[in-house]
């Protein structure tokens, strides 16, 4: 069942021209993965609980860092693809998954608006705010832009497509599957593979394996953004829950793991303490300096992931990188 989102009045033009749906987590569902993973050790958390409008906001932050390399260079790369990416697919209808602020989304949109004058983008993202205020952007600045926004997590969303005229594009950008573990991205790559149709294109952004210095640093910025961002997923959760957790009673810690090519990000509890989620009838304890894993982010090697894309029916057909091979972007056809 999709509830149409009422944001703000809009003048009648835009009106015409946007739609958002939400898709809710079943009943039932919504907070099981909470509970799941602060009551097994290591304790972990579901990592789309960072972006509510404040945890949003502190990522546009972090991609601005002189640290965080990933949004320009995947940006850089965008720049100078994006007309090659409307010439191979030809006329497409554009799907995003964890779309944000579509900041990079505008250099695709800027070459399928040449290709094929009129565009509808598909924009899915947990964060509700940031899709509106996003679409709102979007649609002023493109005046042949439709937009049917779905506001809800990947898997969910994904079910309720709405129908295309046109072939499909489906962008994953910033390197967000490396926020899944490999299980998970397997499940993905083949829900992927069943929303899209034959000829229908699946464009990925993925980080690169590099020096251990560069990737630690972006994930430990010197003016500690990165650090808020990580502590904010507890303040979500406690308006989320009806929890308690104390912000000043956790620490910040990212670190790489080589074996496992993925940074992890964590809260260290400062002490023992007693955490309770009233609404999920939740009450977990912590010892002093036990972590709760917020985030991995797995750095990838391109030809690996595209022997796993073409494991999945989706095999590559161009791959673009940055002069230093920090970032791929790969272009692939569903068979
Ligand atoms: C790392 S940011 C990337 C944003 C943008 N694509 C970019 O490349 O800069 C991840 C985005 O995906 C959204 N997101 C994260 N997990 C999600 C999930 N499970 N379902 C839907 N959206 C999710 C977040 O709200 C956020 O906007």
Known sequence: MLTV?????????????????????????????????????????PSYYFYDQRGSELFEQ?????????????????????????????????????????RKTRLLLDAYSQLQGDCTYIPIDV????????????????PCLFIH?????????????????????????????????????????????????????????????KDIHVLTAAYNDSQGVTAAFNLNILRHLNHCFRGNFSLDRFTHWAFYNEELHQIEMHLVSLEYQVIQLLDLGLEVDLRAQETIRTEISRKFDVTLMAKQLDCHGLPVQRVWQDEQKWFALLLCKRV
């Open 5 to 45: 989102v009422r944001g703000e009045p809009m003048e009648y033009d835009l009106r015409h021209r946007y739609r958002c749906d939400l898709v809710p987590i079943p009943t039932g569902q919504r907070g099981a993965d909470v509970i799941q993973g602060l009551t097994r050790r290591p304790k972990t958390l």
């Open 62 to 102: 972090i991609c601005n860092l002189p640290e965080y390399y990933p949004t320009r260079t995947e940006q850089k790369i965008l720049a100078s693809a994006a007309p090659e990416i409307a010439a191979l697919t030809g006329p497409c209808d554009l799907v995003e998954l964890g779309s944000g602020s579509s």
């Open 127 to 142: 964060s509700t705010t940031m899709l509106q205020t996003t679409a709102l952007h979007l649609l002023a600045d493109y």
């Open 149 to 209: 926004a779905l506001a809800g997590v990947y898997e969910t969303a994904l079910e309720h497509l709405p129908p295309s005229a046109r072939a499909r594009l489906l962008i994953f950008l910033g390197s967000t599957i490396g926020n899944l573990s490999p299980q998970e991205e397997g499940q993905f790559l083949r829900q992927i593979y069943l929303s899209l149709s034959p000829g229908d294109h699946f464009l990925l952004g993925v980080d690169l394996q």
